[in-house]
């Protein structure tokens, strides 16, 4: 987003009063769950401290792994609240569970916690001037994805369902995920760990329901059946041949000759065997080394690259092709190839039934006018490791102020990425109700 002066910003944030008219102006719903008006009522109340607790974590920025003060305010928080709260899962993640009066189901609602190695660029008044070391260097450290907006949301979502316990069935898990961008090179960390650690179990969970902010208009809900965001793996590719004289290359075997057909070979992976009406699917070398100087044919060259897949039997045949590929073309020509993958995060893919169940919540929380089915989008999130366990929905946010164009402002990672605040309380609303409409069976 583009930079905002302060005035521009207080602007944004006053109307509060014009925002919820705007919010409800679609709202039709039929029948809603008895439940819902207190709600909207309770959102509305403590919005003022959503707010706070979001310019907080945004001032206060912590890496994956790292997020030690984020942490300890949350779990203060969960347990002011009446939480059973867990602290430590996955090195700093914060668990909390919250009972209803009477049997029922496990809702789980997810929020990711860390910043990036972003040195923030606008000027608000909040603004992180944090800096740490990151890989050897020293960095600073911004919340340019928006993890700041995803745990005040959750934490009012946790002050909504808290003053309501006594008329909820069931549970709600409320999981405080660190180190979504990846932990520190060398540690485990994210989803994946807290999945190790079985954050998923004790109570099981049944369903669970998780939002990222985005550049669309703010307090737009965008959502999408089945696969959402990609998979996303690395590939090395190490060929040998035989180091030879450059001006006597019948002596040896041509690494880099091998190298070049295996990067056109790769290519007709997509265009030749990938049903891309289905699903599409990426495959890029970006980066192909080898070599040192004109005259000698190298011993060995070395490809990097990255998969992307929106389908997980797609992404594991175009692993197998690539190996393939590799191997084959290298040993035909009298060489040989390792190939080793790094695997990524996994296809985000919401549970079609749960997306189809809940809908309805969707367009009354945020108003039908505002809830839109969203396209296939190429980044990927750990959130996948949950909804590999168990069905999930993972819905985008818009926090794009509505007099910008959203498709041209800075985006998430980005050092001027900017968040209109008024999407908070919609985000509360729809984790809120989300877990209420889940846990009691109603719409
Ligand atoms: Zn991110
Ligand atoms: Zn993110």
């Not at 769950?33 to 907080?56: C, K, Y």
């Not at 180190?179 to 099981?204: D, T």
């Not at 390792?338 to 695997?343: A, P």
Request: aromatic fraction near 6%; hydrophobic fraction near 40%.
């Amino acid at each position: 987003m583009p930079k905002l002066g302060l005035l521009a910003l207080m602007v944004l944030l006053i109307p509060q009063a014009g925002l919820k008219t705007r919010l409800y102006a679609g709202q039709t719903a039929p029948a809603a769950n008895p439940l819902a008006g207190d709600v909207d009522r309770l959102a509305a109340e403590i919005n003022p401290q959503v707010v706070a607790w979001r310019r907080d974590f945004h001032k206060n920025p912590e890496l994956g792994n790292r997020e030690v003060r984020t942490s300890k305010v949350i779990a203060d928080e969960l347990r002011k609240l009446g939480y059973e709260v867990t602290t430590g899962v996955a090195k700093t993640g914060v668990v909390g569970v919250l009972r209803g009066s009477r049997p029922g189901p496990v809702v789980a609602l997810r929020s990711d916690m860390d910043a990036l190695p972003v040195a923030e660029q606008g000027d608000l008044p909040f603004k992180s001037i944090a800096r740490t070391e990151w890989n050897g260097q020293q960095v600073g450290v911004m919340h340019a994805c928006g993890h700041d907006n995803h745990m005040a949301i959750l934490l009012g979502t946790a002050t909504v369902l808290a003053k309501m316990k006594d008329r909820l069935p069931g549970t709600v898990k409320l999981i405080f995920q660190p180190a979504e961008e990846g932990p520190p090179p060398g540690e485990e960390g994210g989803a994946q760990q807290m999945v190790k650690e079985n954050v998923l179990e004790n109570p099981h969970v049944d369903a669970v329901f998780g939002l990222h902010v985005f550049p669309y208009p703010a307090g737009t809900i965008v959502y999408r059946p089945g696969p959402l965001m990609a998979s996303a793996d690395t590939f090395v590719i190490k060929i040998k041949g035989r180091q030879t004289h450059g001006a006597v290359p019948w002596g040896g075997i041509d690494p880099i000759v091998i190298g070049s057909q295996v990067v056109m070979a790769l290519q007709t992976i997509i265009s030749r065997t990938v049903n891309i009406t289905e699903a599409p699917a990426v495959v890029t070398v970006g980066r192909f080394t080898g070599g040192n100087r004109s005259n000698i044919v190298p011993e060995e060259v070395e490809l990097e690259g990255t998969v992307r897949a929106f389908d997980e039997s797609v992404r594991k045949d175009i692993h197998q092709r690539i190996r393939s590929i590799a191997t084959h073309l290298s040993e035909a020509a009298g060489g040989s190839a390792t190939v080793e993958f790094g695997l990524g995060y996994p296809v985000t893919r919401n549970d079609p039934a749960l997306t189809e169940r809940m809908v309805p919540t969707l367009r009354r929380a945020a108003g039908a006018d505002n809830v839109r089915l969203g396209p296939l989008t190429g980044t990927a999130e750990d959130f996948s490791f949950f909804q590999q366990k168990v069905p999930g929905m993972f819905v985008f946010l818009g926090v794009t102020p509505r007099d910008q164009d959203h498709t041209k402002v800075p985006q998430n990672h980005s050092p001027l990425f900017f968040a209109d605040e008024s999407a908070l309380p919609v985000g509360v609303r729809v984790m809120s109700n989300l877990a209420i409409d889940y846990l009691t069976g109603q719409k």
